[in-house]
């Protein structure tokens, strides 16, 4: 803020007697110029809104902590003109002495115990990714630089994660605990935060008049411009950002191109930048790879259980949950081993898609040790939160009420879907259609009630089991027999009906008893075999 | 020095019968006849334990023993949600019609059929302590005295309602249930024979519906 009132620092620096690093006497026609015609930084005022705010997280090391597990000496080479040679090193490799431009022959004659694994941009890129969309959980702007910065617009989010220190702070706890080294710095603009953040600066500009100041101390490299146009600006005696803004912007346009100029426009705000935000991916796929074959049960499940666990993280910044899950257990030598789970409603908990797994992973009989596992999730649907009463008195020992959906979930994963149902009953006065099952039970479970009473229209007693097939009696002297004649009760009940769809029934029903006391539901046709009984049900 | 009694029977090493479960509390599920509930401790169904009914033949009366109290939980009430019916294992298919003629409501039944007996005692522990289910029905022949004993344990958790179906010749086997009943069905109305009666006594119930 002190700054502010004095003159800009660009305008002092501007003047055709401020020092330049390069020799005088070489570039005393170059400062006529300077003097004469409009300059790189000044034509333009500064046009950026004022409420945009860059975070920049730029991991210096994301070549080396995308591939290896840096707990050991670790180094990532690189192949140049067919000398493999060492890209980067982690402090323990460092400590031994292989540096940067080594070769691999050499790295492993300094420490024989070096891990080594060659550059994998692929790989970088899709950690990026990753890690982008964990950025998404600070902001809503979240964008990739690449090869190895990531952009977070944070202006919008101070208030929610207290104050710019805190969010600051937390940025960087959570990538060192995911074990990434970052250099974090602030700024308006998306390309000064970058290029803040590439010279290993933290800073932290909040007010667009001290950008260009702390810009113009950069070093070019910080950039990332091509070689030749850095030697070619070096040779001009250009080495910081700041010589560049003071270059004529015609004849910089001319040389470097109009991209290198709408960059240094940019990065100091004069003109606006307007970022993509990035959207990882709506379904969720991810893998996990085993460092050896396994077939402990207990491991993978573990392994799952990490999967699960991303997803629930994935689903849950997005308000979302999922009904269809898939594994993929991959083997070496033989195709992959499916595993599909499905549930009644879409859900994201852990445990509970965790639990279903468990159950069918017991069943699952993998023909090969595994060597990776993919999780893909179906398609996001929204989550439908349940609501529950306020309750101000805790009752004890009450059991956590999870829906009821769950439980069908966990008895159709073990003993087959078509054995779990529900009923529900028909309007129909044939008895065998008087009823069905029903699969989605579950779809409304938690309003639907008819009230208490005999809603249905039928005045006779019916039984309280029914026999999918009626069964044929035996008679004995005209008499039915089921262990034991029967014994009829009451009046027949006749139902006549169905003659439009080519099964109807006539037929006279009666209760009955046998001589065990046994309650039956018992009918005979009418018209032509009338002599023959059958058991259609018991009262039970 | 009534104090000093009242400490002194609290002694968990003493057991006072029938007179345990009304200083605990019990409140059994009504159900739905009176001459049945008299003999219960607690005014009905033990709850949350487990009930085993010890039958000849598979319709000679079970369900409509049940049936009232079935349809009192399936119904949402002052207290308490409409809660889950699971049916597991059932030898015939539960009519529909009937059990909505006695008050049932069908949008809580929930029938599971398992394959062998070892799914239908795991689908039943499950559908007991998840404790969405208000009453879990078994029909099983291979309950002994550890899966009995599974079973009381699961309803306690789920605070449910456990009702296991077993023929006569398990009449000899030992069973961690709180109620046994054998049904026997005579000519002048439905016997019940009170076999074990946790906190009350056993005694034989002649016409419980008249």
Redesign the interface.
């Known amino acids: 803020m002190a700054t502010s009132e004095k003159p800009p620092a660009r305008l002092r620096e501007a003047t055709p007697t401020s020092p330049v690093k390069s020799p005088r006497s070489r570039n005393q026609s170059l400062d006529l110029v300077l003097a004469e015609l409009p300059q790189v930084g000044s034509s333009l005022q500064p046009a950026i809104p004022p409420r945009q705010l860059w975070l920049s997280v730029h991991l210096p090391a994301l070549p080396l902590e995308a591939l290896l597990d840096t707990a050991t000496a670790a180094a990532v080479f690189e192949d140049r003109q067919g000398l493999r040679k060492v890209l980067l090193a982690n402090g323990q490799a460092r400590a031994a002495g292989i540096g940067p431009g080594l070769t691999v022959n050499a790295a492993l004659a300094l420490l024989p115990t070096v891990h080594l694994g060659e550059r994998n941009p692929l790989r970088e890129a899709e950690v990026l990714r990753a890690i982008a969309a964990w950025a998404e959980g600070f902001t809503s702007l979240a964008c990739i630089e690449p090869p190895a910065v990531l952009l977070l617009e944070i202006a919008g989010s101070l208030k929610l994660f207290g104050g710019i220190r805190t969010l600051r702070q937390r940025i960087v706890d959570e990538l060192d605990s995911q074990g990434f080294a970052a250099s974090v710095a602030i700024a308006p603009t998306p390309l000064a935060a970058t290029w803040l953040a590439r010279a290993g600066q933290r800073a932290c500009i909040r007010d667009p008049r001290n950008l260009v100041g702390r810009l113009g101390l950069l070093p070019l490299g910080c950039a990332a411009w091509p070689q030749a146009v850095c030697t070619s600006l070096e040779g001009m005696g250009v080495t910081t950002i700041g010589e560049a803004l003071r270059l004529p912007r015609s004849g910089f346009a001319k040389r470097f191109g109009a991209a290198r100029l709408l960059e240094l426009d940019r990065a100091a705000g004069r003109l606006p930048d307007p970022r993509a935000s990035y959207r990882a991916a709506e379904r969720f796929i991810a893998d996990f790879d085993l460092s050896e074959e396994q077939d402990d049960a207990g491991l993978l499940l573990n392994a799952c259980h990490e999967l699960l666990l991303r997803l629930e993280r994935f689903l849950l910044r997005r308000q979302l949950a999922v009904q269809y899950l898939e594994f993929s257990f991959f083997h070496l030598q033989v195709p992959a081993t499916p595993l599909s789970l499905g549930c009644v409603q879409p859900d994201r908990a852990v445990q509970h898609w965790f639990s279903l797994l468990e159950i069918r992973f017991e069943r699952l009989a993998l023909p090969a040790p595994v060597i990776a596992i993919r999780l893909c999730a179906g398609q996001g649907q929204p989550f439908t939160a349940q609501t529950e009463n306020l309750k101000f008195k805790r009752r004890e020992?009450?059991?956590?009420?999870?829906?009821?959906t769950?439980?069908?979930e966990?008895?159709s994963a073990?003993?087959?879907e078509a054995?779990?149902?529900?009923?529900?009953?028909v309007a129909e006065y044939r008895?065998q259609y008087?009823?069905q099952?029903c699969s989605n039970?579950a779809v409304a479970?938690?309003c639907?009630?008819?009230p208490?009473?005999?809603?249905?229209s039928?005045v006779v007693?019916?039984?309280?089991?029914?026999?999918?097939e009626p069964r044929r009696l035996e008679t004995h002297r005209g008499v039915p027999c089921y262990?034991g004649p029967l014994q009829l009760l009451g009046e027949p009940e006749r139902l006549e009906t169905g003659w439009w769809d080519g099964e109807g029934i006539a037929r006279d029903y009666f209760a009955a008893v046998n001589p065990?006391?046994?309650?039956?539901w018992v009918y005979r046709n009418r018209g032509k075999d009338k002599d023959h009984w059958y058991l259609h049900?018991?009262?039970? | 020095m009534p104090d000093a009694l009242e400490s002194l029977l609290e002694n968990p090493r003493i057991w006072r019968g029938q007179a345990r479960a009304e200083a605990a509390g019990w409140q059994g599920l009504a159900s739905g006849y009176p001459k049945l509930d008299r003999h219960l401790p607690g005014g009905g169904w033990p709850h949350p334990a487990l009930t085993e009914i010890l039958v000849?033949?598979?319709?000679?009366?079970?369900?409509?023993l049940l049936?009232p109290a079935l349809?009192k939980l399936s119904?949402?009430g002052d207290a308490a949600?409409?809660g889950?019916i699971a049916w597991v294992a059932?030898?015939?298919?539960?009519?529909?019609?009937?059990?909505?003629?006695?008050?049932v409501?069908?949008?809580?039944?929930?029938?599971?059929?398992?394959?062998t007996a070892q799914?239908a005692l795991?689908?039943a522990e499950?559908?007991l302590?998840?404790?969405?289910?208000a009453a879990v029905l078994l029909w099983s022949e291979a309950l002994d005295d550890a899966a009995s004993r599974r079973l009381q344990l699961a309803a306690e958790?789920?605070?449910s309602w456990a009702i296991a179906f077993r023929s006569l010749k398990a009449l000899s086997q030992p069973s961690a249930a709180a109620l046994r009943i054998r049904i026997d069905?005579?000519?002048e109305g439905?016997d019940l024979g009170i076999l074990k009666n946790r906190g009350g006594r056993p005694a034989v119930v002649r016409d419980y519906a008249g």
């Open positions: 020992s009450q059991p956590q009420n999870t829906p009821i769950h439980l069908a966990r008895l073990r003993i087959g054995s779990v149902h529900g009923v529900m009953t008895p008087a009823w099952l039970f479970p938690h639907t009630s008819t208490l009473g005999h809603t249905n039928l007693q019916r039984p309280l089991w029914i026999l999918e262990q065990k006391r046994v309650h039956l049900g018991m009262f039970g | 000849d033949h598979y319709g000679c009366g079970e369900l409509q049936m349809a119904q949402p949600a409409a889950w059932p030898p015939f298919a539960p009519y529909p019609p009937a059990l909505s003629q006695w008050g409501n069908l949008s809580r039944v929930l029938i599971v059929r398992p394959g799914e795991w689908a499950q559908a302590s998840s404790g969405n289910c958790k789920g605070r069905a005579g000519a439905t």
